[in-house]
């Protein structure tokens, strides 16, 4: 049985220059299959263009928080968001609200169920440092995920902190951010290696990639388009830290 190459990419956020360094990586390694875990769109200044480029070159595209709650923001909603969302032209805010929340697929006799951020919700968030409660609810039927075959693996984006934890026989991992990383300044994606469809144990390999980009240039986009937010922006891309954390420093 031939294995094949998956990858898993999630979080690119408007962040069209971390995009194109990891498509051109995937295709260096000759792999074909590329699903999408959500949140093209907001926080960076492309988002209109990550989506187009996702529609075309990936196989699935699951739903993410901004997806979802983007679309909808009010005229009068906050500036920044207003931007964001005028962004986007029409016909890609419905389309982005159209997604899947959840896919399921099987590689080497592993059930592996892929979201956005949990089985609860979109807007439901689980950190690297949860509790066995939420380690166990990510495994979990729900409304979200539909019936069906408990999981061995579950993979979400949304916290843009990647990580492998295996418990039980179960293995919950994230694929960390493309485009706006808060664990290290870099892109990050996932590959999974194994024999599609299998309902048989078989060889599998579940691999983290890191790659550098050019976030010079993508800031220059953010700045020549006058992005809102454009100093939080700046400070995650070139630190991988969360802006809340800068912002609950002491003033000098």
């Known amino acids: ?51 187009d480029r996702t ?4 196989e699935v595209n699951v739903r993410g928080n ?27 805010r419905e389309l982005i609200a159209r997604r899947p929340l959840c896919h399921d697929l099987l590689v080497s006799g592993r059930r592996i169920r892929l979201f956005h951020a949990s089985a609860t919700s979109v807007h439901t968030r689980v950190h690297f ?51 706006n990383a808060l664990d290290e300044p870099s892109a990050s994606y ?10 048989e144990p078989a060889p599998f390999g579940l691999q983290i990639v890191r790659l550098p980009y050019d976030v010079e240039a993508e800031l220059a986009v953010a700045r020549e388009r006058e992005m809102p937010q454009y100093a939080a922006w700046e400070q995650e891309l070139r630190t991988g830290v969360y802006r809340a954390f800068w912002m609950a420093l002491p003033a000098n």
């Open 129 to 179: 440092h949860h509790t066995p409660e939420e380690f166990a609810g990510m495994f979990a039927a729900t409304d979200l995920t539909g019936p069906g075959p408990e999981p061995t693996m579950v993979g979400y984006g949304d916290v843009h902190d990647a990580y492998v934890e295996t418990d039980r026989g179960r293995t919950l991992f994230n694929v960390g951010s493309v485009g």
């Open 66 to 92: 901004w997806d979802d709650f983007l679309p909808q923001i009010p005229d009068d909603g906050p500036p920044e968001m207003v931007w964001w969302r005028d962004e986007l032209r029409a016909d890609q």
């Open 1 to 51: 049985m031939a294995t094949e190459q998956i990858a898993i990419l999630s979080d690119v956020h408007g962040n069209l220059t971390a995009l194109d360094a990891v498509l051109a990586d995937v295709e260096r390694r000759g792999i074909t299959r590329i699903l999408n875990l959500g949140d093209d769109v907001g926080k960076g200044p492309r988002g209109s263009a990550v989506v």
């Open 190 to 199: 996932v590959i999974l290696e194994g024999v599609p469809d299998a309902v």
């Open 55 to 58: 529609e075309q070159v990936c």
